[in-house]
């Protein structure tokens, strides 16, 4: 009786991951990583930007100019698109959806904006476009693991 | 009550976690692609055999939270994917292509979830009109559960697409 009752908490344990619904808590968990992100970049701070995406070679990064996969590339393309904190500008992020698809799965879709003082014109400039991140809990904390920005 | 145990020790191993994750058994993640891949090649299909923009949305999930991304902007809901299918149609005056696509991931995410990320091309008569797209799509079964083996692909619907025009194919 004592090995059934073993079991059946192991049982409970490994199936607690989905008996929970906390969509709410991990949105907001997952909007304070935005959150963080946007005040790195308008810090001028691409470390701490890069710091919310997923530090593995399996990260993906899908624009109109391909599919990058892997940190150190997506780093790498960041710094060699925006080497100073000028050229970064100010960022702004609106969410159209945050949704939850598994306990350690959600998908978030909305619009980006970077205001600058372009160089040529000494105008101020803004360049927007939509995205859809895909977010994954690892070691309790939310990564975005795949960036498709268009 | 041997078979009992045996059960619960099934059960328990089925749903190994690691990171918090659940891990799925090789011969689940093998029918998941199995069934998606099967999904995408009917709607290939379709589009291949010169159906309209609108001919596809039975893959898409009919939800007030079904998002599409698209560089004009994100459409929420299916009822915004199914006007903005129906302009696509009634601008078009010939199917642009054959479509073909091939796959750069394919996740299965849990049971009943999977993620794919391709590129698709747009292979026109005039060469000069060929383009190319990539494409990141979640998948999730939301339609007939109990539909037969053969048709399980069919359980599959688009719950999130995002489309990128290549820039080089512009």
Redesign the interface.
């Known amino acids: 009786m004592k090995?059934?009752s073993l079991?059946?908490g192991?049982?409970l344990y490994?199936?607690s991951?989905?008996g929970q619904s906390l969509p709410v808590l991990e949105e907001v968990n997952i909007r304070e990583r935005l959150a963080y992100q946007l005040k790195s970049w308008n810090n001028g701070d691409l470390k701490g930007f890069m710091d919310v995406y997923w530090n593995h070679d399996s990260l993906?990064f899908?624009?109109?100019?391909?599919?990058k996969k892997g940190w150190k590339s997506v780093l790498e393309s960041y710094q060699k698109a925006f080497p100073t904190k000028e050229a970064m500008g100010e960022l702004g992020f609106e969410y159209?959806?945050i949704?939850q698809?598994?306990?350690?799965?959600a998908?978030v879709?909305?619009?980006w904006s970077v205001k600058k003082i372009s160089q040529e014109s000494k105008k101020e400039d803004t360049k927007s476009?939509?995205?859809?991140l895909?977010f994954?809990?690892?070691?309790?904390q939310w990564f975005i693991i795949?960036d498709?920005?268009? | 009550m041997k078979f009992?145990?045996l059960a619960?020790?099934i059960?328990?191993f089925s749903?190994?976690?690691v990171?918090?994750?659940?891990v799925l058994s090789p011969k689940v993640e093998k029918e998941i692609r199995q069934e998606i891949i099967q999904n995408m090649d009917e709607e290939l299909k379709i589009l291949n055999s010169g159906g309209s923009p609108e001919a596809i949305l039975p893959f898409f999930w009919q939800s007030d939270?079904l998002?599409f991304?698209?560089?004009q902007?994100?459409l929420?809901g299916f009822n915004d994917l199914k006007s903005f299918q129906t302009s696509m149609a009634s601008e078009r005056k010939s199917p642009p292509g054959k479509y073909s696509y091939h796959l750069?991931?394919l996740e299965p995410?849990?049971e009943s979830?999977a993620?794919a990320?391709g590129q698709i091309n747009v292979t026109a008569s005039d060469p000069s009109k060929s383009f190319s797209y990539?494409f990141?799509c979640?998948f999730?079964k939301k339609g007939d559960p109990k539909l037969p083996k053969k048709d399980r692909w069919k359980s599959w619907l688009i719950?999130?697409e995002?489309?990128?025009?290549?820039?080089k194919s512009?």
């Open positions: 090995i059934f079991f059946i192991l049982c490994s199936v991951g989905y993906l899908i624009t109109a100019n391909g599919v159209y959806q949704r698809i598994t306990p350690h799965d998908v879709s909305g619009k476009g939509f995205f859809t895909r994954q809990k690892i070691d309790k795949s498709h920005t268009n | 009992q145990y619960l020790i059960m328990f749903l190994e976690k990171n918090g994750q659940t939270s998002t991304c698209v560089p902007g994100v929420v750069i991931r995410m849990s979830s993620f990320v990539h990141s979640i999730e719950t999130s995002t489309i990128s025009i290549d820039r512009k």
